[in-house]
């Protein structure tokens, strides 16, 4: 192995494009590696790799660095795309980013970084990494607007001590200007969004590729049919957009919000309102938790949490019971969603996760609705 060469995940974009020239600047010996992973097929707009692909190479020679690309499809299928497509099957929302971040990035690239040469992997992402007394933290990234540490929850003391974030410091407008300054071919690149590696589509169209849609009723609490849905796959709580049910003649006008799923009877639950109380939760017992430490905290605790990106701190304490764990906010929480993640924080440091699996709020999967912090469910 060659002793000190980083290895940065060029993706094509800005940021990873940055994250290399910032270390190429700080005199490290640096590679790039392009990561494929998902076989396109020309339908339905996918995302263009191979262009992608072609601006990562540019960048790399830009900077006189090595370039290295490797398709990584089978893994992110075998390890992602299966996950996402069963917890859609189930009702629930997933979080692929959250779980391509542990299987793919941190673990496949990682390995392969390795074989390569590589001691240290780094990427675009918006976080930073410190060590203190032999021990590793995940840090929230300077940019309150980018912090990308709630997705980077899954990584254990091994990545940490492997991974650099060099724009974790950095502003996003800073990060373009430096793109810009340097002549790199990505500086003025749109941000990616979607599905992590799959990229921007029509959601529907792609998930009904997968999975059959059901179509069903869509019905209030109360048990009234108020219109029709495809399939509740394609919906997630809290949603008001898209549902085809607005000004109904027999309501006061108000927006209608998905705020349950009935599979068994394929059955959309919705309710009109914002000030509806049918998606507020109090309480959420979550699963699969990952501690950066290594090492779940001992006995309760209390801490902020985010179970929703770009959501503001929530004050919460946490019980541990067997391999699941209980979360009590001090405050009611709006549109807590089982399959999405819960991302726990001691100021800047981020702690760790687990995957919601039910809450309190009606439709929400526990077995009481207690409203009284330190109670049970």
């Not at 601006?55 to 398709?71: E, Q, S, T």
Request: charged share 25%; hydrophobic share 35%.
């Amino acid at each position: 192995m060659t002793s000190g060469l980083v290895m940065v995940g060029v993706s094509g974009g800005v940021d990873s494009s940055v994250a290399a020239l910032l270390l190429k600047r700080r005199g490290r010996d640096v590679a790039g590696l392009f990561m494929k992973n998902w076989e396109d097929d020309g339908r339905l707009g996918e995302c263009d790799a191979d262009r992608d692909r072609l601006d990562a190479l540019r960048v790399c020679a830009a900077l006189d660095m090595p370039f290295h690309a490797h398709n990584f499809s089978g893994e992110y299928w075998d390890q992602v795309f299966t996950h996402f497509l069963a917890e859609y099957r189930a009702g629930r929302t997933p979080n692929p980013d959250v779980l391509c971040n542990r299987e793919i990035k941190f673990r496949t690239f990682l390995d392969q970084a390795r074989g390569l040469g590589a001691s240290k992997i780094a990427t675009g992402h918006y976080a930073r990494v410190d060590e203190a007394d032999g021990r590793y933290r995940l840090l929230r990234g300077r940019d309150d607007n980018k912090d990308q540490s709630y997705f980077l929850y899954t990584l254990g003391q091994e990545q940490l001590a492997a991974t650099e974030f060099p724009v974790g410091d950095l502003p996003k407008p800073q990060v373009r200007e430096l793109a810009r300054e340097a002549g790199l071919v990505t500086h003025a690149k749109k941000d990616s969004t979607g599905i992590c590696f799959i990229g921007e589509r029509d959601f529907r169209a792609f998930l009904a590729r997968y999975i059959p849609a059901q179509a069903g009723d869509i019905v209030t609490p109360e048990g009234e049919v108020v219109g029709r849905h495809q399939g509740v796959m394609y919906y997630t709580l809290g949603q008001r957009q898209g549902l085809g049910i607005g000004g109904r003649r027999d309501t006061d006008g108000q927006p209608w919000y998905v705020v349950g799923k009935d599979l068994e009877h394929r059955r959309l639950i919705v309710a009109q309102g914002n000030a509806n109380q049918w998606l507020d939760s109090r309480q959420l017992r979550a699963s699969e938790a990952s501690w950066t430490a290594g090492a779940r905290p001992r006995g309760g605790l209390r801490c902020t949490a985010k179970t929703r990106y770009r959501q503001a701190d929530q004050h919460c304490t946490l019980d541990f019971s067997g391999d699941d764990l209980m979360v009590v906010f001090d405050e009611p929480q709006r549109a807590v969603t089982p399959g999405q993640s819960v991302v726990f924080y001691s100021g800047e440091e981020c702690l760790g996760g687990a995957v919601i699996a039910a809450t309190d709020a009606p439709y929400g999967g526990l077995a009481s609705r207690a409203r009284t912090t330190g109670t049970t469910a």
